[in-house]
């Protein structure tokens, strides 16, 4: 419930003396403890008679201990003092805390049996979002869809990016600026320009989704996070059907270093959506971490900061050395990748780990991407076991080149 709802009951006469009235309260508390801090635990409406006032630094420190404990806003009675000092109103402006002025003839009882309710009906609200969301889960509703539902009802608009810059759903005008915000912010959420930016799910940013609502959410950062965990729940939807991808990945791998004959290799290809006469790519990655001991490996992260710079179209199976993925080389895979590394490079940051791999085409020719060679981790997308009895390599795209060739 909002302070501006408040005051649009005729029957409380409440009047805003100080602060945003958008702010936002999630219970009551009456007090008149001097510094009651220790029993509060945030996003109250904190309702006080000022029996603690006896000198104008009593209004600091009775703020100072609102403030920290997180409280949303301050509602003054008047039965008291007669009036609400001035050096109050000073210190939650400077606090940044709404203070309403509560008139002698409404007493906290009466505010607190008015504004209970809603706060009931409030939460009423949010358990019926959640079943309307769960039941368009359930219908197969994609990702645009649960995002236009939630957003619709929260009133809320604005945008999900990648990390590389891409919009993923909804509308932004500068979504590589958003990225380097999302990328580059100590803590999350933060205000950035005319956005709210909040982070989609708990993974690595150089991997992840922001989800960047218009306007100033930070004091209603509530409703971005339900909005996040909409969109967070569709993502880990489409994790569990990537997962089914990458064994197919890791398979395909296994059958090339295994000494699988042509005819396996190509229906491994065709399973991982290549066709047989397509030309693609053997990308191996890592991403490292320096000094990192939580989070995903290097491999692990490498592979997924591939598949969201590549539109997630691809997948990549991370192993020991690195994350593998075959990349087919379509005419709009490769007309998107000089835009997916320039939007990398403009959101590239200290958060967002350097990428470092190798590519190998079809045809035998490579092409190193990143920084450096990742020794090992090239070999591995390009080589198969030393076979005993000689130096005979056997690498996945040579062999279902040879394929190509032969049907």
Known sequence: MRISDLLTIDDLRLRLLTGDPAREFSTVHITDLPEPGRYLSGGELVLTGLMWWHEPPDSARFVAALAEAGVAALGAGQAWLGHVPD?????????????????????FRTLAETVVPRLAGDVRDALGRHRRLVAAIAEGADLRELFELTAAELGVTGAVVSASGEVLVGAAGDPVGLAKAYLTAPRLPVKVGDHTIFAVGRGHRAAGWALACDGDLMDRADLGYELAACVGLERSRMEEGRRVERRLIEQLIVAALGGADVAELNAGLRTCGVAAAEPYAIVNVTAPRPG?????????????????????????????????????????????????????????AARHPPVRGAQRRADGRRRRQGRRGGGRARQAAGRGPRRRGGDQRRDLHARAAAGHGAG
């Open 87 to 107: 050096d109050l109103v000073a210190a939650c402006a400077d606090a940044g805390l709404p203070l309403v002025e509560v008139p002698v003839e409404v007493s």
């Open 292 to 348: 990192a001991t939580r989070g995903p490996d290097p491999a692990t992260l490498g592979g997924q900061v591939v598949e969201e710079l590549l539109g997630r179209e691809v997948v990549a199976a991370a192993g020991a050395d690195g994350a593998i993925a075959v990349v087919p080389l379509r005419e709009r895979t490769t007309a998107e990748l000089p835009a997916a590394r320039r939007r990398r490079r403009a959101g590239r």
